[in-house]
Each structure stands twice: as C-alpha cells, then as structure tokens.
C-alpha cells in the first residue's frame, strides 16, 4: 500500500513538471526523484518524504539520468538515549571527617541493592519532574473583564464620528481591560507510585556512588559553629557544592556554619529527596543515615498520616553543641517574628 501510495504522488509530481510519467519514483530529503526499481521496503528507523513542492526542471533531468538509487541512512536512536552508569566492583566506602576533611582510616560496607543497581535516566527524570511539580504553588491569577473596574457601556457611538468602533473599557483588547485566557489558580501535582519514587532514590543514591561523588561521614561534629573555618574545609576538600544529610535532629554547629555558603545544602534524612541529590555535585551522608535509607527504599518506614505530613516538614529540630534551649528556639522562630511583623505593619496600615 505504501508502495502505490509513492507511486501515485511520484506520478502527480511528475505531471506539475510537464514530464512523462515515469514508472515508479521515490523522493529523498532534498525533493529529488530517483527511479524504483524494486519494490519498496519500510523499515522503522528509515525514514521516507513525499515530494511536498514542485521539483525544479534541472533537478528532475539529473534526476532521471542517474542510475544508483541513493538510500537515506537510518537513524542513530543511541546518541538520544543516556548511558547507565556501571555499577562499581566494590562497595567498601572510607569513613571522612568534617573537620577535618579527610579520611579517618576505617571503612563502611554499603548496601549493593541499593548502591550497586543500574541507573536509569527515564526513572530520574519521572521522579524530578513530579517534584518540581509538587513545589509549584499554582497561585498565578489575573483579571479577567468580568473584575476590572470600568464600565460596561460602550465607550463611543458606532457611528457618526468618522472613527474606529470602539467597545466597552474593559474589553481585553483595550489598554487597562482584563486579561482573555489568563492563568488561573490551579494545582500542578500529580501522583507518581510509591515504587517508581522509591526506584528513582535507590538510582540517584547509586549514581553518586558510581561518580565516586557519595561521602560517608564519621560525626558531623564540628569544633565551632563558625562560617570561615568550614568554608575553607570544604574548599580544601572539593566538597564547595554539596547537599549534606544529617540525621534526624541536625547538629546546631553544623547548622549555624553551613547556612550562610551558597552552594551548600543542609538537609535532615526525612527531607533528602531525589532533586537535590542530583541538584548538587557532592552527596555527603552521616553513616547513621544509611539504615534509614534501606529503609526508605525498601518501604519499611512506618506511614505518616496527612494530617501530620507537613507539619514534619516545616519543622527543623536541632540537637547537639554546646548551644543552649534559647538559642535553638530563636533560630527556629525566625521566620515566625518576620510574619508577625508584616501582620503589624498591615494593621498599622489600615
């Protein structure tokens, strides 16, 4: 059928060209018309284009004196599709310090099934586009004609004045008029299975491995909580972009020193998510947070109602140093004093 259906557009080609009617002709990427000398095969990787405009004189001619048919090349699908990454022979990591940024002598042994899987790309970007879709606040909103202020009546007499027509002010076409097709709030989440999100963390955890970009910290102690001297640490180390996992309750000398660096992010095993793993060069892991992650992907987590999911989330508990209560609550409730004080500043207003 394909074969005929050449044919038939190769004949109707040759007709605009006021040429005889070849036998059969097939067309190639530049609009050039070969003779067929045996029946057509498709195949799914070739592809073949019908003459879509009127070939020139001189390119027909040349086109009927030649005697090779020209084939297209099929097309090379490997160079669209991401590598995997080979899992690594070993799985005996070394134990590092963070302060002083080099090892401490021991090793850990990670989890194969976790650390040695094949990474999948296809996985990784499911995973990704669903978070960053989740964080979308979907609060755009404009004016449609129906909210502006303005009247409804028509602006001006349709005739007599020798001038456009002119409709009501709100009308979107008109300068101050609401919006035709605006954005309107919305919710851009969407559900993806526990166990492709549960997959896409063992492949992102398994690829830093891999990039020999996984660091597993002893403690994550540090002897004061000041910017400079772990800037520097970090530097030394090559850990300037990295996203650290604490545990559960992050360290408070950990926490006061690494808030101010750019490209580093600190974050407790709850909250490490498959975007900032693969957001960040670096992926440095407290040793105790391993067991938590075997759990994580394996489903083993006791489930959390919803009433209560994102209250964990905006919580933050810090824990350890030699910070007392009062400074742990005054980092803590920084964010509440600045909405409070913006409420004042409203209600002073009116």
Same mark, same amino acid.
């Given at each position: 059928?394909?074969?005929?259906?050449l044919?038939?557009?190769?004949?109707?080609?040759?007709r605009?060209?006021?040429?005889?009617?070849?036998?059969?002709?097939?067309?190639?990427?530049?609009?050039?018309?070969?003779?067929?000398?045996?029946?057509?095969?498709?195949?799914?990787?070739?592809?073949?284009?019908?003459?879509s405009?009127?070939?020139?004189?001189?390119?027909v001619?040349?086109a009927?004196?030649?005697?090779?048919?020209?084939?297209?090349?099929?097309?090379?699908?490997?160079k669209f599709?991401?590598?995997?990454?080979?899992?690594?022979?070993?799985?005996?990591?070394?134990?590092?310090?963070?302060?002083?940024?080099?090892?401490?002598?021991?090793?850990?042994?990670?989890?194969?099934?976790?650390?040695?899987?094949?990474?999948?790309?296809?996985?990784?970007?499911?995973?990704?586009?669903?978070?960053?879709?989740?964080?979308?606040?979907?609060?755009?909103?404009?004016?449609?004609r129906?909210?502006?202020?303005?009247?409804?009546?028509?602006?001006?007499?349709?005739?007599?004045?020798?001038m456009?027509?002119?409709?009501p002010?709100?009308?979107?076409?008109r300068?101050?008029?609401?919006?035709?097709?605006?954005?309107?709030?919305?919710?851009?989440?969407?559900?993806?299975?526990k166990?492709?999100?549960?997959?896409?963390?063992?492949?992102?955890? &398994?690829?830093k491995?891999?990039q020999?970009?996984?660091?597993?910290?002893?403690?994550?102690?540090?002897?004061?909580?000041?910017?400079?001297?772990?800037?520097?640490?970090?530097?030394?180390?090559?850990? &300037?972009?990295?996203?650290?996992?604490?545990?559960?309750?992050?360290?408070?000398?950990?926490?006061?020193?690494?808030?101010?660096i750019?490209?580093?992010?600190l974050?407790?095993?709850?909250?490490?998510?498959?975007?900032?793993?693969l957001?960040?060069?670096?992926?440095?892991?407290?040793?105790?947070?391993?067991?938590?992650?075997?759990?994580?992907?394996n489903?083993?987590?006791?489930s959390v109602?919803?009433k209560?999911?994102k209250?964990?989330?905006?919580?933050?508990?810090?824990?350890?140093?030699?910070?007392?209560?009062?400074?742990?609550?005054?980092?803590?409730?920084?964010?509440?004093?600045?909405d409070?004080?913006?409420?004042?500043e409203?209600?002073?207003?009116?």
């Amino acid at each position: 059928m394909a074969a005929v259906m050449l044919r038939r557009t190769a004949l109707s080609v040759s007709r605009r060209a006021h040429l005889s009617p070849p036998l059969s002709l097939i067309c190639d990427k530049r609009n050039n018309l070969f003779p067929l000398a045996e029946p057509l095969k498709i195949h799914s990787k070739e592809k073949f284009f019908h003459a879509s405009s009127q070939p020139s004189q001189k390119k027909v001619k040349n086109a009927t004196k030649k005697e090779t048919k020209e084939t297209i090349d099929p097309i090379d699908f490997s160079k669209f599709v991401a590598k995997p990454v080979h899992p690594p022979l070993s799985f005996e990591a070394p134990l590092y310090s963070l302060k002083t940024g080099t090892t401490t002598g021991s090793s850990i042994l990670l989890d194969r099934s976790i650390f040695g899987v094949p990474v999948r790309p296809d996985i990784l970007h499911r995973v990704v586009v669903w978070k960053l879709a989740c964080k979308r606040t979907g609060t755009a909103r404009v004016k449609t004609r129906g909210e502006v202020v303005g009247s409804k009546q028509k602006g001006a007499p349709q005739k007599g004045r020798g001038m456009a027509r002119m409709g009501p002010k709100r009308s979107p076409i008109r300068r101050g008029g609401g919006k035709a097709h605006g954005p309107r709030p919305r919710d851009f989440s969407f559900t993806l299975q526990k166990k492709v999100r549960r997959f896409g963390l063992r492949c992102a955890l &398994a690829a830093k491995f891999a990039q020999n970009k996984l660091i597993i910290l002893d403690d994550t102690d540090l002897d004061v909580h000041k910017t400079k001297p772990f800037k520097q640490t970090l530097e030394k180390s090559g850990w &300037a972009n990295a996203l650290i996992v604490d545990k559960p309750n992050i360290n408070v000398k950990l926490f006061l020193a690494s808030r101010n660096i750019p490209n580093v992010l600190l974050l407790p095993q709850q909250r490490a998510n498959v975007y900032d793993i693969l957001h960040q060069d670096f992926l440095i892991l407290h040793r105790d947070t391993l067991d938590y992650f075997f759990q994580r992907v394996n489903g083993l987590l006791p489930s959390v109602p919803k009433k209560n999911r994102k209250e964990g989330r905006q919580k933050i508990v810090l824990q350890g140093g030699d910070a007392s209560d009062d400074k742990i609550e005054a980092i803590t409730s920084v964010s509440k004093r600045k909405d409070s004080s913006k409420k004042r500043e409203k209600t002073q207003e009116l």
